[in-house]
C-alpha cells in the first residue's frame, strides 16, 4: 500500500474523505456475452463440436445433448465439425478406471487408473491443519462469531458509497482485531499508521485456514463461514480495494499445490498409495484381526511412502500429513456419498419398477397429499434413482465444486446484485464455474441412469439458488437428510430385541420389515413429489426442486406415524447441531 492510498484510507476512515457516489448498478445479467468465435453459443467456454442446423447454432456436446434431450429439438440432428472427432463422453476430473484397484470408499463407479486418479483429485483435497494452524483457527472462529457483518452492510435502501464505507470500516476492523490479538505490538503499530499492505501475506494466511477447515469440515462454521465469504468477496471487489490495495485471498492449500511446490508429487502415482489413504471401516462384517491387518498395512505403506519420497525439500511428516488429508477426503466420502448408495440399494432390492406389490406403489398425483407431479410407479422409481444417483456423483465431487464455488465468489471480475429474492436480501451473483461443472455431472448422470425424467434446469445465479454459497450449502445438506433415515432403518432390527418395543411394531406397523418398507415408501414418495416450495412456479421437478421437496419431507417428519419409532432409534433432528 503506498503512503497516498494508506493516508486516504485513514481519511475514509476518520471521517475526512467521503467515497465517491457513483451510478453503478451491480447486475448478474449485465454480465451475460456473445460466444468467442468457435465455441459453445451455450456455455461459452468451451470450443463447439457440433452444428444443429435446425438451430443455426453450434456447441460443445454436452449442451447440445442438454438442450435436445426431449421435445421437438430431440428430431435435430447434429452434424461434428472436427471429423476425426469422437463421440466423447464426458471428461470428468477425478475419473478412475478398473485398471488399478482404488478404495471402495472412494470409487463410485470404475475410471482411469489410480495414478490418475489421485493427482486429479489431490488438486481439490485441502492439507488437514496442523497444530498451530489450529490455534489460528480458533481466533478466526472467536472473531467471526462476534461479527455482524452481513447484518450492517446487507442493508435496504443505502447508497453505495455509504455502504462502501461500511464496508471499509468493518473489514479493517476485523483484520485489525485479528493482528492485535495475534501480536499486540504490530496491531497497535497498524492501529496508528494503517499500512495494511505490510501485514498482507498474515492476513491471506490466516483467513486461508478459516476457509480450508471449512471445505474439510461442512458441519462446522456454519454460520461463520458465510460472513467470511461475503466479507472476502466485498474486499475482492474493485470499489474497496481502491482504499484497502490489499488481497485478503490466496488459493487453498492442496494437496497437490503442496506436493508439486517440494516436488513429491510422484508420491500420488504410486500404486501404494491406495493402501495407505484407504479407510479402515469396522462394518461388522470384518473380524478384529482382518481389522488389525488392514491398519498395520496401512500404517506400513504411509511409513514406507513417506520415506521414499522424502528429501531436503520436503520431510516425511510432511508427505504423511499429505496422504492423511487423502485419507480425510475418503472419510468425508463415506459419511456423504455412502447414505446416498445405501438409499439407492434400499429403492433397487425393495422396489420393483415393472412390478407393483400391493401396497406399495410409489405413484403419486399433482394435488394429491401435496404433491405437485404426476408420475406412475415406473417413472416415479426412476425419477427417484436418478435424483439419487446425481446426489451421489455431486457428492463424490463435491471438494472440486467447493473450490470452484469459492472462485466464482471470490472473483473481482464476477459482480453481484443486491436484492430481494423472497427468501430475504440475498447476493445475486452468477457461478459459471460451478455451472459448467453440474452441467458436466448432471450429462454424465443422464447417460448413466439413461432416460431422464422431469427438468435438467440447473438454478444458480437466480432467486432459487442466488449465488455459490447457497449451492454448496444446500448440496452438503444431502447427508443430513439420508443418513438419519439410513440409522433409523438400520436400528429397526436391534430395537425390536427389546420384547415391548417389538411388540409394539408388531401389532402397529405389522413386523420391522414392513415399518422399514412402509418409510421407504413414504420418503420415496412424499420426499420426491415436487413440493416443498413458496409457489407452484418455483416447485417441480428441477435439479433444485429436487433437494427442497426431501426438505420439505423433513419439516414434516413429526406428523408422520413412524415418528415415534424414529425417537426411539435415537433420532433428534436432520440439522444436527448448529453451533458448532
Same mark, same amino acid.
Given at each position: 500500500?503506498?503512503?497516498?492510498?494508506? =493516508? &486516504?484510507?485513514?481519511?475514509?476512515?476518520?471521517?475526512?474523505?467521503?467515497?465517491?457516489?457513483?451510478?453503478?448498478? @451491480?447486475?448478474?445479467?449485465?454480465?451475460?456475452?456473445?460466444?468467442?468465435?468457435?465455441?459453445?453459443?451455450?456455455? #461459452?467456454?468451451?470450443?463447439? +463440436?457440433?452444428?444443429?442446423?435446425?438451430?443455426?447454432?453450434?456447441?460443445? +456436446?454436452?449442451?447440445?445433448? @442438454?438442450?435436445? &434431450?426431449?421435445?421437438?429439438?430431440?428430431?435435430?440432428?447434429?452434424?461434428?465439425?472436427?471429423?476425426?472427432?469422437?463421440?466423447?463422453?464426458?471428461? +470428468? $476430473?477425478?475419473?478412475? =478406471?478398473?485398471?488399478?484397484?482404488?478404495?471402495?470408499?472412494?470409487?463410485s463407479e470404475p475410471r482411469v487408473d489410480a495414478g490418475n486418479y489421485f493427482v486429479e483429485r489431490a488438486k481439490y483435497i485441502p492439507i488437514r491443519l496442523t497444530l498451530a494452524e489450529r490455534k489460528k483457527l480458533r481466533l478466526v472462529e472467536a472473531a467471526l462469531s462476534v461479527s455482524c457483518y452481513t447484518d450492517k452492510v446487507d442493508t435496504p435502501g443505502v447508497k453505495k458509497a455509504k455502504r462502501v464505507h461500511m464496508q471499509l470500516q468493518e473489514i479493517c476492523s476485523f483484520?485489525? =482485531?485479528?493482528?492485535?490479538? /495475534?501480536?499486540?505490538?504490530?496491531?497497535?503499530?497498524?492501529?496508528?499508521?494503517r499500512e495494511f499492505k505490510e501485514h498482507e501475506e498474515f492476513f491471506q494466511t490466516i483467513l486461508e485456514i478459516g476457509r480450508r477447515h471449512k471445505v474439510m469440515n461442512p458441519e462446522k462454521m456454519r454460520g461463520e463461514y458465510g460472513k467470511l465469504i461475503y466479507m472476502l468477496q466485498d474486499a475482492s471487489s474493485q470499489e474497496v480495494q481502491?482504499?484497502?490495495?490489499?488481497?485478503?485471498? +490466496?488459493? *487453498? #492449500? /492442496?494437496?497437490?499445490?503442496?506436493? $508439486?511446490?517440494?516436488?513429491?508429487?510422484?508420491?500420488?502415482?504410486?500404486?501404494?498409495?491406495?493402501?495407505?489413504?484407504?479407510?479402515?471401516?469396522?462394518?461388522?462384517?470384518?473380524?478384529?484381526?482382518?481389522?488389525?491387518? $488392514?491398519?498395520?498395512?496401512?500404517? !506400513?505403506?504411509?511409513?514406507?511412502?513417506?520415506?521414499?519420497?522424502?528429501?531436503?525439500?520436503? $520431510? /516425511?511428516?510432511?508427505?504423511?500429513?499429505?496422504?492423511y488429508s487423502i485419507g480425510d477426503n475418503h472419510s468425508f466420502l463415506t459419511a456423504n456419498r455412502d447414505p446416498v448408495n445405501k438409499m439407492i440399494t434400499y429403492l433397487t432390492t425393495l422396489f420393483n419398477p415393472d412390478r407393483i406389490e400391493e401396497g406399495?406403489?410409489?405413484?403419486?398425483?399433482?394435488?394429491?397429499?401435496?404433491?405437485? *407431479?404426476?408420475?406412475s410407479h415406473a417413472k416415479q422409481y426412476q425419477y427417484v434413482l436418478q435424483s439419487l444417483t446425481l446426489?451421489?456423483?455431486?457428492?463424490?465431487?463435491?471438494?472440486?465444486?467447493?473450490? *470452484?464455488?469459492?472462485?466464482?465468489?471470490?472473483?473481482?471480475?464476477? !459482480?453481484?446484485?443486491?436484492?430481494?429474492?423472497?427468501?430475504?436480501?440475498?447476493?445475486?451473483?452468477?457461478?459459471?464455474?460451478?455451472? #459448467?461443472?453440474?452441467?458436466n455431472i448432471l450429462h454424465s448422470t443422464q447417460q448413466r441412469v439413461g432416460s431422464w425424467?422431469?427438468?435438467?434446469?440447473?438454478?444458480?445465479?437466480?432467486?432459487?439458488?442466488?449465488?455459490?454459497?447457497?449451492?454448496?450449502?444446500?448440496?452438503?445438506?444431502?447427508?443430513?437428510?439420508?443418513?438419519p433415515i439410513v440409522i433409523v432403518l438400520r436400528n429397526i432390527p436391534d430395537l425390536c430385541k427389546n420384547p415391548q418395543i417389538e411388540s409394539y411394531i408388531r401389532t402397529t406397523f405389522g413386523g420391522p420389515e414392513k415399518l422399514q418398507k412402509d418409510i421407504l415408501l413414504d420418503f420415496f414418495r412424499s420426499a420426491f413429489d415436487g413440493s416443498g416450495a413458496d409457489n407452484f412456479y418455483d416447485a417441480g421437478s428441477c435439479i433444485d426442486g429436487r433437494l427442497t421437496s426431501a426438505w420439505h419431507w423433513c419439516s414434516n417428519i413429526s406428523e408422520k406415524p413412524f415418528y415415534p419409532i424414529f425417537k426411539l432409534a435415537g433420532f433428534t433432528s436432520f440439522d444436527g447441531e448448529f453451533q458448532k
Open positions: 500500500m503506498t503512503a497516498a492510498s494508506s =493516508s &486516504r484510507l485513514a481519511r475514509v476512515l476518520d471521517g475526512a474523505e467521503e467515497v465517491a457516489d457513483e451510478d453503478t448498478v @451491480m447486475d448478474v445479467e449485465a454480465q451475460t456475452e456473445e460466444a468467442p468465435q468457435g465455441f459453445c453459443v451455450d456455455c #461459452k467456454d468451451q470450443r463447439a +463440436r457440433v452444428r444443429c442446423e435446425a438451430c443455426g447454432d453450434e456447441y460443445c +456436446r454436452v449442451c447440445f445433448n @442438454m438442450l435436445h &434431450r426431449k421435445g421437438k429439438r430431440s428430431s435435430h440432428v447434429p452434424i461434428s465439425l472436427t471429423p476425426n472427432d469422437e463421440n466423447c463422453s464426458d471428461e +470428468r $476430473e477425478g475419473m478412475t =478406471s478398473a485398471d488399478q484397484p482404488v478404495p471402495s470408499s472412494i470409487a483484520l485489525s =482485531s485479528l493482528l492485535i490479538a /495475534t501480536d499486540y505490538a504490530a496491531g497497535k503499530e497498524l492501529m496508528d499508521s481502491q482504499f484497502l490495495d490489499i488481497s485478503c485471498v +490466496r488459493p *487453498l #492449500k /492442496t494437496v497437490y499445490s503442496y506436493l $508439486e511446490e517440494r516436488g513429491a508429487e510422484g508420491v500420488l502415482k504410486d500404486g501404494l498409495i491406495t493402501v495407505a489413504t484407504r479407510e479402515i471401516l469396522a462394518d461388522g462384517l470384518k473380524t478384529r484381526n482382518q481389522l488389525n491387518r $488392514e491398519s498395520m498395512e496401512k500404517h !506400513r505403506a504411509i511409513e514406507h511412502l513417506a520415506q521414499k519420497y522424502s528429501s531436503k525439500r520436503i $520431510e /516425511t511428516e510432511e508427505i504423511q500429513l499429505c496422504l406399495y406403489d410409489l405413484s403419486i398425483a399433482d394435488g394429491a397429499g401435496g404433491a405437485r *407431479l404426476s408420475h446426489w451421489k456423483e455431486i457428492a463424490h465431487d463435491m471438494f472440486r465444486l467447493w473450490c *470452484l464455488a469459492e472462485e466464482d465468489l471470490l472473483s473481482p471480475d464476477n !459482480r453481484y446484485d443486491l436484492k430481494d429474492t423472497g427468501q430475504g436480501l440475498q447476493r445475486v451473483q452468477g457461478a459459471p464455474r460451478v455451472s #459448467k461443472a453440474m452441467r425424467i422431469g427438468s435438467s434446469v440447473v438454478h444458480l445465479g437466480d432467486n432459487n439458488v442466488p449465488n455459490a454459497l447457497i449451492f454448496i450449502d444446500k448440496y452438503t445438506q444431502v447427508a443430513s437428510i439420508l443418513n
